[in-house]
């Protein structure tokens, strides 16, 4: 019986999950996120953080961000040589970035930041996983421009996106 029900629930949550995700873009080229009045919500590499005119806003890639039978799914139909010899994703996620496109989105003052792994200390030895942590957004304005201990532009990143800004921030931790 939960088998019959899996069957169905499965194919639908796999293309409710592909129909939220945007691949239309153009590669190589940046443009400006709008205001819309609704709630989107995104993954993406942050490539910078730019404070200007008062405002705080990201450069971000937008990347298709796939998690366990979904990501198999992707990785057999995108590398089918690897996905025979394997069997799979390596670590229950796969990464489909084919644009190299950025969008400049605006922070919302009160934006909400949540990480998994950072600098504490500034000493490698102390680098520890803290799942969820809570942190202000200048302490992560803070440690994103630090990137002797941990780069942390190189972690995909959830972000929650209201009327033109964006609201919260989550950190994917990848190992």
Do not use: C
């Not at 201990?149 to 800004?165: M, R």
């Amino acid at each position: 019986m939960i088998k019959k029900r899996f069957v169905y629930v499965l194919p639908f949550a796999v293309l409710l999950f592909l129909s939220l995700i945007s691949t239309a873009s153009t590669g190589g080229t940046r443009v400006d996120a709008e205001s819309s009045g609704s709630t989107q919500n995104l993954t993406v590499y942050l490539q910078s953080l730019k404070s200007g005119n008062g405002t705080l806003s990201i450069e971000a890639d937008e990347i298709d961000w796939y998690q366990g039978e979904a990501a198999n799914q992707v990785f057999a139909e995108r590398e089918p040589e690897a996905y025979a010899e394997i069997g799979g994703t390596l670590n229950d996620y796969y990464i489909v970035n084919d644009s190299d496109t950025t969008t400049t989105y605006t922070i919302a003052d009160h934006a909400a930041v949540t990480m998994q792994l950072f600098d504490h200390t500034g000493n490698l030895g102390d680098l520890d996983i803290q799942w969820n942590e809570k942190v202000t957004l200048q302490q992560f304005i803070d440690e994103f421009n630090k990137t002797d201990i941990v780069d942390l532009s190189q972690f995909p990143y959830h972000i929650t996106i209201q009327d033109g800004e964006i609201i919260s921030i989550v950190q994917q931790y990848i190992p």
